[in-house]
């Protein structure tokens, strides 16, 4: 199994930046796909996560109404839209899957991806 997330990078203040994560070894129709962060000095947190039917989702308090998870079955991918960006916002950036569904507990994630940076300057 494998999740190789891309997409980061860096970004001004308002922007916008789309992570992608792609999943071999596993369907997403059978796992929940969360995003979860690593700002310097701090621990991971989990930014979303949507559920293995795609039907349904739950964001972090501070990112809800700007981040938006999606999937493309057909490329089984897993999509972290991110609009207006905030300085706050930098962090690796890290996909993961789980066989459970409405969790952001991260010790009930089964499979990580290797993360990837993104940088909101101000």
């Known amino acids: 199994v494998q999740l190789q997330a891309s997409g980061g990078g860096l970004v001004q203040s308002g922007g916008s930046l789309r992570l992608s994560c792609a999943v071999s070894g596993l369907s997403l129709d059978d796992y929940a796909t969360g995003w979860f962060r690593q700002a310097p000095g701090k621990k991971r947190e989990g930014v979303g996560v949507?559920?293995?039917?795609?039907?349904?989702?739950y964001y972090l308090d501070s990112v809800r109404g700007r981040f938006t998870i999606s999937r493309d079955n057909a490329k089984n991918t897993v999509y972290l839209q991110m609009n207006m960006l905030k300085p706050e916002d930098t962090a690796v950036y890290y996909c993961?899957?789980?066989?459970?569904?409405?969790?952001?507990?991260?010790?009930?994630?089964?499979?990580w991806g290797q993360g990837t940076p993104v940088t909101v300057s101000s």
């Open positions: 993961a899957a789980t066989s459970l569904t409405e969790t952001m507990t991260q010790k009930d994630y089964d499979y």
């Open positions: 949507i559920s293995s039917g795609g039907r349904w989702s």
